[in-house]
């Protein structure tokens, strides 16, 4: 699928399910690769995050913060691209993702990814090319982490968002 209508961006791009205090929206993008998941017990902040790309998004590493501790969880997608990494400062939260995802090769992967926190952007990173796609935390909100699908390259990608009014 390279693009989708409203209604199948509601349900594949918009609010999906709430555990606690987190909102998990997404993923959006194509439909191959593995589901990836990352705890969200005790995490704090996100820290680092290093985007492999160059025509695509190659992969995403992204370190957090638990109980005072920064720590990696593990690479999605493959060790093709250029990384470009970013840090957030200690009063520094992601509010929004955006980007395009796309066919690329034989896959429909995501083209490319911007960060947007509450001091400034980071990217874009890949090539704005495809269907755009548009992740906010909404009013209140922080993004505190991902999910995703992967494999050679990151397919899809999605947030979870802790609402203050949570």
């Not at 690769?33 to 969200?40: D, H, I, P």
């Not at 980007?99 to 911007?114: A, E, N, P, W």
């Amino acid at each position: 699928m390279l693009y989708h209508e409203k209604a199948e961006h509601q349900k594949t791009c918009a609010v999906s399910s709430t555990a606690g205090s987190l909102v998990r929206t997404g993923p959006c993008g194509g439909i191959g690769g593995n589901v990836r998941e990352t705890s969200m017990s005790d995490v704090n902040r996100i820290v680092q995050v290093i985007v492999r790309h160059w025509n695509a998004v190659d992969a995403i590493s992204v370190m957090y913060e638990r109980k005072g501790k920064e720590a990696w969880a593990d690479r999605w997608g493959g060790e093709g691209g250029k990384p470009s990494t970013f840090s957030l400062q200690q009063d520094e939260y992601l509010t929004s993702v955006h980007g395009h995802y796309g066919q690329f090769k034989d896959f429909v992967v995501i083209r490319s990814l911007t960060f947007v926190s509450n001091l400034r952007s980071y990217g874009p990173y890949g090539k704005e090319d495809g269907v755009p796609f548009a992740l906010h935390a909404g009013p209140g909100g922080k993004i505190m982490g991902f999910h995703a699908r992967s494999g050679q390259f990151l397919d899809a990608i999605g947030t979870y968002v802790k609402m203050d009014n949570y």
